[in-house]
């Protein structure tokens, strides 16, 4: 291997190790499916930090619960035990490019994927993501995970 092609190997190797290091399979509290990861990136440390201003990707793997010709998201914060705040979105279609094909099928493994974006007006706070995936029958996946918006 000449000099040029082993730069080359080396720079290719030290981005694909860099942007592993940001990515990370994070501690999450089910609420509801049978959720078996998921993973955040940017996220050196839990709770992950965001920066106002920024997108967060969050990749969830579940296993469906019930077969289903849709499947609707939503993303709140929860600002309390009791508070809710959901988040606002264009699209909350669960299927449309998020790396799942409706139908759902009982019983099959699936990853989300989904862009969350951190508006520059949200506060700098400390929270509790909820990330809640339904079918036709109710909840085929729920989460909770800390989170930190920083700047």
């Not at 399979?25 to 920066?51: L, N, R, T």
């Not at 920024?54 to 849709?70: G, H």
Request: charged content about 20%.
């Amino acid at each position: 291997m000449n000099g040029t092609a082993a730069l080359g190997v080396l720079l290719f190797a030290v981005t694909v190790g860099a942007a592993a290091a940001q990515s990370r399979q994070i501690s999450f509290k089910s609420c509801g499916g049978s959720v078996k990861s998921v993973q955040m990136q940017p996220c050196s440390s839990e709770p992950c930090a965001i920066k106002r201003g920024d997108t967060a990707r969050i990749d969830m793997t579940f296993t469906s619960n019930q077969n289903s010709p849709t499947l609707l998201m939503a993303i709140s914060a929860m600002l309390d035990d009791d508070l809710e705040l959901p988040l606002p979105m264009t699209n909350r279609d669960g299927c449309r490019g998020r790396g799942i094909q409706c139908p759902l099928r009982e019983a099959t493994a699936y990853t989300f994927n989904y862009k969350l974006k951190v508006e520059p007006f949200y506060p700098k706070m400390n929270t509790t993501a909820k990330l809640n995936l339904t079918g036709a029958k109710g909840a085929v996946a729920c989460v909770l995970f800390p989170i930190r918006l920083v700047d």
